[in-house]
C-alpha cells in the first residue's frame, strides 16, 4: 500500500458506508484515498462530522477489494493510504502491515522489530489508534500469552477476523452481521 503523506487543512473528505460480514463499515477518505475505516461502536471513532460528505465515488476500489477479502479471495490490500497521526503512530501502522495474512504477532514482537524492545505499550497504544482497520491489520496483534487483547472494533470481532484468516473462509458462524 502507498501511504501518502497529509496536506494542508484544505484537503477533501468524504465518506460512504458498506455492508461488511461485521457490520456497516464508514470508509472516508481524504482527498481520493483511504484515511480511514471505522466499525459501528469503534473504539476512537472520530465524530461522525469529521467524514465530510458522503459521496462514494472514492470508495469503489475500496469496496472491491473489502468484499474480495471477506469472500476469502484477497490476502493483502492495495490502496491508496492517507493515515494521519504521530510519527510513531505510522511506523507501528507501516509494521502492522508487514504481519502476514492468517498469523499473528505479539505487542512485544512488534516493538522488538521497531527495534524499540520496552515499547510493546507505545505500540499497543499506537495500534490501538490505527484508522484503517482491517485493512492495516491491527486485529492481528495478540497479548505475550496468546490471548486477545483490545481492539477498536470489539473482541468479539478481532476473534472473529481472526478465526475467518486462520480457516480461509468467513464459514456461517462469522458470515452474520452485528
Known sequence: MTTIPRTADTARVVHTVIDSPYGPLTLVAT???LSGLYMTEHRHRPPQETFGVPDPGPFTEAARQLGAYFDGELTE??????????????????????????????????????GRPGASRAVGLANGRNPVSVIVPCHRV????????????????????????????????TATLF
Open 31 to 33: 482527498d481520493g484515498a
Open 77 to 114: 490490500f492495495d490502496l491508496p493510504l492517507r493515515m494521519a497521526g504521530t510519527p510513531f503512530q505510522r511506523e507501528v501502522w507501516a509494521e502492522l502491515e508487514k504481519i502476514p495474512y492468517g498469523e499473528t504477532r505479539s505487542y512485544g514482537e512488534l516493538a522488538e522489530a521497531l
Open 142 to 173: 495478540i497479548g505475550s500469552t496468546g490471548s486477545l487483547t483490545g481492539y477498536g472494533g470489539g473482541l468479539d470481532r478481532k476473534q472473529r477476523l481472526l478465526a475467518f484468516e486462520s480457516a480461509g473462509t468467513a464459514g456461517p458462524e
